[in-house]
């Protein structure tokens, strides 16, 4: 019994513990430590963001040494293109820009080739509050799960 006790325990807090992550803004930095620069792998901010999830309220920040700056395109054509004349890019790292409604949003360097080799990066923002099934998804099977265990061991003990 004790060891489903345990159980019982762990899941509470998992619980606890999502909840709280759920309700709170992130600050992404965009490329972690790696930072905002050309990178060598011209895919890398397309991985960097995949297993990220972007909510209304949270940040992202460019950062960066040398010579970049962030223009942020409103087209998936101007995206995929580099088209780097539509709007004044920001150059002074480091930029911080809140996302504050849903919808997907490009970012492009627009220094010499960098776009090209890869300096671009594409974010979907969801709202948390109403569009976010599969967080709530877990936390309601998390939940009866604990429930059920919580049930399971009062059958057990009497
Ligand atoms: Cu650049």
Redesign the pocket.
């Known amino acids: 019994m004790a060891i489903r006790m345990d159980r019982i325990v762990f899941l509470i807090i998992a619980v606890a513990l999502l909840e709280g992550a759920t309700s709170e803004t992130k600050l992404f930095k965009v490329g972690d430590d790696y930072g905002w620069?050309?990178p060598d792998n011209k895919s890398y901010y397309e991985s960097w963001v995949r297993d990220k999830k972007f909510e209304v309220g949270d940040s992202l920040e460019f950062n960066w040494t040398g010579t970049?700056d962030v223009l942020e395109v409103t087209t998936k054509t101007d995206y995929d293109a580099c088209v780097k004349t539509n709007g004044t890019p920001n150059n002074t790292s480091p930029v911080t820009i809140n996302l504050t409604k849903n919808g997907t949003f490009y970012y492009i360097?627009t220094?010499g080739q960098?776009c090209e080799s890869g300096?671009k990066v594409n974010i979907v923002v969801e709202n948390g509050s109403s569009s976010s099934p599969p967080i709530s998804a877990v936390l309601s099977t998390i939940t009866i799960v604990a429930a059920s265990l919580v049930h399971l061991c009062s059958f057990l003990l009497y």
Do not use: E, G, P
Request: charged share 15%.
């Open positions: 620069r050309v970049h360097c220094i960098h300096q």
